[in-house]
């Protein structure tokens, strides 16, 4: 049974005539690694923001786990969810990186040394053990990036959605991340990578979708899609 | 004389912390097409905000040596002036736009210029064409696609004219089909005589510059033709800069 | 209706002050009519009147409140032993400054139905010095930014688990607390950085600057503006004559 089911969604901002999205089918399963390419505009983040719930479609219906998306709230979403954002600064609001990575499993009544522990690890794996008590809007682009995800992981959802995580990340950085999310993905949790990084996407993904003004162009079972290079 | 000349640069956030920039000497030539790469923290986002003027101008922080544009040295030229002569487009394409439609933004800099109307249309009309956006000139950038947004913001700058273009990490925020224009309108303007430096991470973007040179913890440990190093993969790959496996270009 | 962002600055300013001139409901109903009807004259979507508002209801609330209590009055409605607590004069009060607050707000979005561009250049061609019109719309833009901002923190936030509509009050207030330093910082770094961004482009490199496209005026808008102002003028002294 597919994690997330998007039936014949369709999406138009406020204030436009011409839909962003339209006609979307799509089912994601929850251990897959599935990419989604296609130019800028093509709809690729509005279609990731309608999947965690952040936007609400304007015809069609999504479906998490079976049950209809809205009747979800964001925190029940964002349980089961990660979602990292393009712009990494969109999703950092506490004091230092340290409690930015604890902030969900202290709120949700974690064991507290459990969290240290956590913290402890993700701080060492995305190597900003040196940060630990920086203030996050204060650090380069890259470091934010690594930061976001560490605290989006730290949640153990069961699927993650990263809207272009190489973004930059230098080569070496790069790999670091790719081999920890096939960890996760070897785990069992499902992910969609969002990116236009072509040899990333190539790498990483089983599973290519192809976007294109608004609609999905091709769903290649496989990687190498020639339509979105011409 | 030197498009750009930075001799004995030194930076610090504040006296006392750790040096971000350890002693920097760097000349770049007028028609050259500069990239600056290194890990995530060496420094290369700092050094080109130096040579902007933005650190000296707008931040605390702890700077010394001499930094030169065209000739002439930065702590001469007020923050707004500094513009005409280095033109520098940031990161963050949403702390960059502000205004209500990509014609307005891309007028901004001219407007300031104080250029009669027909010349601001020129370079509105040019800066479009050249990065094939015309077709977003009635658009509101706060709604635009993350790429779009770095296109506006790369040609907003361009309608400066400014003799030298830094570019902070422009390149890898864009699609295929951006890159391509960008890496055009780049070597058009190289072309033309202007100086350019590119901050990237990924070096297959910037195939085409001429010269490379690497960070390392505040340090230039390499500033050679880019062709050179990137027949070398072995030594990038040991900087993290390329992947082992790909082969460079 | 295509009328000169300047005139439409006109129209605000004399809704305004007739709105804090007039006291009775009646009259203060009639001028919200008159916005309305202006609003959608100038394309302003009708249904968004009420997100503008929604957040100023509590507010609203409040002032009504106060001002209807304890306020003197010969109809008695409601009172403790001798003291009357709520009078007919004290309610229409009440009304009467929840409208003013309705109305002065109705009047704003007059401003949003034309770009920052054209308000800048409004003020810019009324004399005002560039520095100061940019201020202004950019503080105007600031509003919006502002408001993204704790819409973003708010929408992280739950996304990392926490169902804010659940937890205690303290906790909650605890949390908010804990958040505001990073949100307003947040809000000031973007601000700073849009201040680079200008600079870097350019802004305030010259005492003056030239623009690319200018306002003008037409017949209709002296007409509009004509009749505004005399009509203000007009309804504000007659209540003397």
Not at chain 3, 13 to 24: E, G, Q
């Given at each position: 049974?597919?994690?997330?089911?998007?039936?014949?969604?369709?999406?138009?901002?406020?204030?436009?005539?011409?839909?962003?999205?339209?006609?979307?089918?799509?089912s994601l399963?929850?251990d897959?690694?599935?990419?989604?390419?296609?130019?800028?505009?093509?709809?690729?983040?509005?279609?990731t923001?309608?999947?965690?719930?952040?936007?609400?479609?304007?015809?069609?219906?999504?479906?998490?786990?079976?049950?209809?998306?809205?009747?979800?709230?964001?925190a029940?979403?964002?349980?089961?969810?990660?979602?990292?954002?393009?712009n990494?600064?969109l999703?950092?609001?506490?004091?230092?990186?340290?409690?930015?990575?604890?902030f969900g499993?202290?709120?949700?009544?974690?064991?507290p040394?459990?969290?240290?522990e956590r913290?402890?690890?993700?701080?060492?794996?995305?190597?900003?053990?040196?940060?630990?008590?920086?203030?996050?809007?204060?650090l380069?682009?890259?470091?934010k990036?690594?930061?976001?995800?560490?605290?989006?992981?730290a949640?153990?959802?069961?699927?993650?959605?990263?809207?272009?995580?190489?973004?930059?990340?230098?080569?070496?950085?790069?790999?670091?991340?790719?081999?920890?999310?096939?960890?996760?993905?070897?785990?069992?949790r499902g992910?969609?990578l969002?990116?236009?990084?072509?040899?990333?996407?190539?790498?990483?993904?089983?599973?290519?979708?192809?976007?294109?003004?608004?609609?999905?162009?091709?769903?290649?079972?496989?990687?190498g899609?020639?339509?979105?290079?011409? | 004389m030197?498009?750009?000349?930075?001799?004995?640069?030194?930076?610090?956030?504040?006296?006392?912390?750790?040096?971000v920039?350890?002693?920097?000497?760097?000349?770049?030539?007028?028609?050259e097409?500069?990239?600056?790469?290194?890990?995530?923290?060496?420094?290369?986002?700092?050094?080109?905000?130096?040579?902007?003027?933005?650190?000296?101008?707008?931040?605390?922080?702890v700077?010394?040596?001499?930094?030169?544009?065209?000739?002439?040295?930065?702590?001469?030229?007020?923050?707004?002036?500094?513009?005409?002569?280095?033109?520098?487009?940031?990161?963050?394409?949403?702390?960059?736009?502000?205004?209500?439609t990509?014609?307005?933004?891309?007028?901004?800099?001219?407007?300031?210029?104080?250029?009669?109307?027909?010349?601001?249309?020129?370079?509105?009309?040019?800066?479009?064409?050249?990065l094939?956006?015309?077709?977003?000139?009635?658009?509101?950038?706060?709604?635009?696609?993350?790429g779009?947004?770095?296109?506006?913001?790369?040609?907003?700058?361009?309608?400066?004219?400014?003799?030298?273009?830094?570019?902070?990490?422009?390149?890898?925020?864009?699609?295929?089909?951006?890159?391509?224009?960008?890496?055009?309108a780049?070597?058009?303007?190289?072309?033309?005589?202007?100086?350019?430096?590119?901050?990237?991470?990924?070096l297959?973007?910037?195939?085409?510059?001429?010269?490379?040179?690497?960070?390392?913890?505040?340090?230039?440990?390499?500033?050679?033709?880019?062709?050179?190093?990137?027949?070398?993969?072995s030594?990038?790959?040991?900087?993290?800069?390329?992947?082992?496996?790909?082969?460079g270009? | 209706?295509?009328?000169?962002?300047?005139?439409k600055?006109?129209?605000?300013?004399?809704?305004?002050?007739?709105a804090?001139?007039?006291?009775?409901?009646?009259?203060?109903?009639?001028?919200?009519?008159?916005?309305?009807?202006?609003?959608a004259?100038?394309?302003?979507?009708?249904?968004?009147?009420?997100g503008?508002?929604?957040?100023?209801?509590?507010?609203?609330l409040?002032?009504?409140?106060?001002?209807?209590?304890?306020?003197p009055?010969?109809?008695?409605?409601?009172a403790?032993?001798?003291?009357?607590?709520?009078?007919?004069?004290?309610?229409?009060?009440?009304?009467?400054?929840?409208?003013?607050?309705?109305?002065?707000?109705?009047a704003?979005?007059?401003?949003?139905?034309?770009?920052s561009?054209?308000?800048?250049?409004?003020?810019?061609?009324w004399?005002?010095?560039?520095?100061?019109?940019?201020?202004?719309?950019?503080?105007?833009?600031?509003?919006?930014?502002?408001?993204?901002?704790?819409?973003?923190?708010?929408?992280?936030?739950?996304?990392?688990?926490?169902e804010?509509?659940?937890?205690?009050?303290g906790?909650?207030?605890?949390?908010?607390?804990?958040?505001?330093?990073?949100?307003?910082?947040?809000?000031?770094?973007?601000?700073?950085q849009?201040?680079?961004?200008m600079?870097?482009?350019?802004?305030?490199?010259?005492?003056?600057?030239?623009?690319?496209r200018?306002?003008?005026?037409?017949?209709?808008?002296?007409?509009?503006?004509?009749?505004f102002?005399?009509?203000?003028?007009?309804?504000?002294?007659?209540?003397?004559?």
């Amino acid at each position: 049974m597919p994690f997330l089911q998007l039936n014949q969604v369709a999406f138009t901002y406020a204030g436009k005539t011409s839909p962003a999205l339209s006609g979307i089918n799509l089912s994601l399963e929850k251990d897959d690694i599935t990419a989604m390419v296609g130019p800028n505009g093509s709809g690729k983040t509005t279609l990731t923001k309608l999947m965690i719930g952040v936007l609400q479609p304007t015809a069609g219906s999504i479906y998490l786990e079976q049950r209809p998306l809205a009747q979800y709230s964001l925190a029940e979403i964002g349980r089961r969810i990660g979602y990292v954002f393009q712009n990494p600064s969109l999703q950092l609001f506490c004091p230092t990186v340290a409690e930015e990575i604890s902030f969900g499993l202290t709120n949700q009544g974690c064991d507290p040394t459990v969290v240290e522990e956590r913290v402890g690890f993700y701080l060492n794996y995305f190597e900003l053990t040196a940060y630990r008590n920086a203030f996050p809007l204060y650090l380069s682009h890259g470091e934010k990036q690594r930061l976001a995800i560490a605290a989006v992981l730290a949640n153990e959802p069961e699927f993650l959605i990263l809207d272009e995580p190489t973004i930059g990340l230098d080569a070496y950085r790069k790999r670091l991340l790719e081999e920890y999310l096939q960890k996760v993905a070897s785990l069992g949790r499902g992910m969609l990578l969002v990116s236009h990084d072509i040899a990333f996407v190539n790498r990483m993904a089983k599973r290519v979708i192809t976007m294109g003004d608004g609609r999905i162009q091709s769903d290649s079972g496989w990687r190498g899609n020639a339509a979105y290079d011409a | 004389m030197e498009a750009i000349a930075v001799q004995g640069l030194t930076y610090q956030y504040h006296s006392g912390s750790p040096q971000v920039l350890k002693g920097i000497d760097f000349l770049v030539q007028p028609g050259e097409i500069v990239v600056v790469a290194g890990l995530s923290g060496c420094g290369k986002s700092t050094l080109c905000h130096c040579i902007s003027g933005i650190i000296r101008h707008n931040r605390d922080g702890v700077m010394a040596g001499n930094i030169l544009v065209n000739g002439k040295n930065i702590e001469e030229i007020n923050g707004a002036s500094l513009a005409f002569e280095v033109g520098m487009v940031f990161q963050d394409p949403d702390t960059q736009l502000f205004s209500p439609t990509v014609e307005d933004e891309i007028a901004f800099a001219p407007e300031n210029m104080c250029l009669p109307p027909e010349r601001i249309l020129e370079r509105v009309n040019k800066a479009l064409d050249v990065l094939g956006i015309s077709d977003l000139r009635y658009a509101n950038p706060y709604h635009l696609s993350g790429g779009e947004k770095h296109l506006v913001a790369l040609a907003a700058v361009l309608a400066l004219d400014p003799p030298v273009l830094i570019l902070d990490e422009v390149m890898s925020q864009l699609d295929i089909v951006g890159k391509q224009r960008v890496g055009d309108a780049l070597t058009r303007l190289r072309d033309s005589g202007k100086t350019i430096i590119a901050v990237e991470h990924d070096l297959q973007a910037i195939a085409f510059s001429d010269r490379l040179a690497v960070l390392d913890d505040g340090k230039i440990i390499c500033f050679e033709p880019t062709s050179a190093l990137l027949a070398e993969p072995s030594f990038l790959a040991a900087h993290g800069l390329i992947d082992v496996e790909y082969n460079g270009v | 209706m295509m009328l000169d962002p300047r005139t439409k600055m006109v129209m605000v300013i004399c809704l305004t002050s007739l709105a804090l001139v007039y006291n009775r409901p009646a009259q203060l109903l009639l001028l919200f009519a008159v916005t309305v009807v202006l609003l959608a004259l100038f394309h302003f979507r009708i249904s968004a009147i009420w997100g503008y508002l929604k957040p100023f209801l509590s507010l609203m609330l409040f002032l009504f409140v106060i001002q209807s209590i304890f306020s003197p009055g010969n109809e008695v409605l409601l009172a403790i032993g001798s003291v009357p607590l709520i009078t007919t004069e004290g309610l229409i009060m009440g009304a009467s400054v929840v409208l003013r607050i309705t109305v002065v707000i109705a009047a704003a979005m007059l401003l949003t139905t034309f770009s920052s561009r054209d308000f800048v250049l409004g003020l810019v061609q009324w004399r005002v010095p560039y520095e100061l019109a940019f201020m202004v719309s950019i503080a105007l833009r600031f509003l919006p930014i502002f408001k993204d901002e704790l819409i973003n923190v708010v929408t992280a936030v739950q996304l990392r688990g926490i169902e804010l509509k659940k937890i205690p009050w303290g906790q909650k207030l605890a949390m908010y607390r804990r958040l505001a330093l990073p949100i307003v910082y947040g809000a000031m770094l973007k601000a700073q950085q849009l201040a680079i961004a200008m600079e870097a482009r350019g802004f305030r490199a010259y005492p003056r600057r030239t623009y690319l496209r200018r306002l003008q005026f037409y017949w209709a808008d002296y007409v509009v503006m004509v009749i505004f102002l005399t009509g203000t003028i007009i309804l504000m002294i007659q209540p003397f004559i």
